[in-house]
C-alpha cells in the first residue's frame, strides 16, 4: 500500500511539475533553442532528483560534450523514463528523432518535438523518408542527433530487433556513430508499469564508429557490429 501511495503521489508531483517547467520551456525555444533545452534539462533532473533516481554517465571520450556531427544511437530501450533521462544528460544542443505518438503527449512531446525535434508517422511512409532525409541534412551540416535502434521499449529487458535506419542515416551523413546504452531505467519502471521505484541509472557511451567511406552495401555489418556491443554490455550489466 504504501508503495501505491508513494507512486500516487510521484505521478501526482510529474504532472505539477512539468507544465509548470515545460509551458516556459516550450515559449523559450522559439526565442532559443539553447535557452529552451536548457530549462527542459533542469526540468529532467528536477524530476529525476524528485523520482529518488541518480544518474551516472560513463563518457570516457566525452563524446557528449564535444562530437560533431555525431549521431548517437541508443542500443536498448526499456522504459519510459529514458525519455527523461536524455533530457537531463545531454549538456548541448541536439535533434531527436521522435515517433508521433510520443511527440503529441502533452508538454513533453510537444516541447521535445519543437527542440530540434524530428517528427514521423510511421503510419505514412513517405511522410517519414522526408522527415528522416531532414535529419540526415541537419547532421551533415554539423548537427548532432539522438536516437533508438529498436523503436520501441522491451517488455522484458531483451533486445528488440534492430532497424536499419540510424545505420543508413549515419553513412549518408557521414557521420559519427556514438553506440549508447542504459543500464537500471527498466528496474524503476518497467514496460507496463505505472509504480515508479527510486535507482540508480547508468548510461555508457562505447567507442564509436566512423562511416565516412562507408557505404549502403556496409550497412548490415554496422547493424551487426552495434548489436555485439549492446549484448556485451547487458552481459556486463547484470555481472555488475
Not at 155 to 162: A, I
Request: aromatic share 8%; hydrophobic share 40%.
Amino acid at each position: 500500500m504504501s508503495k501505491t501511495l508513494r507512486s500516487i503521489g510521484k505521478w501526482a508531483e510529474i504532472s505539477l511539475l512539468t507544465p509548470l517547467w515545460l509551458t516556459p520551456g516550450l515559449a523559450a525555444t522559439w526565442l532559443s533553442q539553447e535557452w529552451g533545452q536548457a530549462l527542459t534539462q533542469h526540468w529532467a533532473r528536477t524530476l529525476l532528483r524528485r523520482l529518488g533516481i541518480t544518474v551516472e554517465t560513463c563518457d570516457p571520450g566525452g563524446f557528449l560534450h564535444t562530437g560533431e556531427r555525431c549521431i548517437f544511437v541508443h542500443l536498448n530501450q526499456s522504459s519510459l523514463l529514458e525519455a527523461l533521462l536524455w533530457a537531463a544528460i545531454v549538456p548541448r544542443r541536439m535533434g531527436r528523432v521522435l515517433n508521433i505518438e510520443f511527440a503529441l503527449l502533452p508538454f513533453i512531446g510537444w516541447t521535445l518535438a519543437a527542440q530540434d525535434g524530428f517528427v514521423i508517422r510511421r503510419q505514412s511512409p513517405g511522410q517519414a523518408k522526408a522527415r528522416l532525409q531532414q535529419a540526415v541534412d541537419y547532421v551533415r551540416s554539423g548537427g548532432n542527433l539522438i536516437l533508438s535502434i529498436e523503436g520501441r521499449r522491451s517488455e522484458d529487458g531483451s533486445l528488440s530487433p534492430y532497424k536499419k535506419g540510424p545505420v543508413v542515416m549515419a553513412i549518408e551523413a557521414g557521420a559519427t556513430l556514438v553506440p549508447l546504452t542504459t543500464h537500471g531505467l527498466r528496474e524503476c519502471l518497467p514496460f507496463g508499469a505505472w509504480r515508479i521505484a527510486p535507482g540508480h541509472a547508468k548510461v555508457v557511451v562505447h567507442e564509436p564508429i566512423e562511416t565516412r567511406g562507408l557505404g549502403y552495401e556496409d550497412r548490415d555489418e554496422l547493424v551487426a557490429r552495434l548489436r555485439t556491443i549492446a549484448e556485451e554490455a547487458l552481459a556486463d550489466g547484470r555481472r555488475e
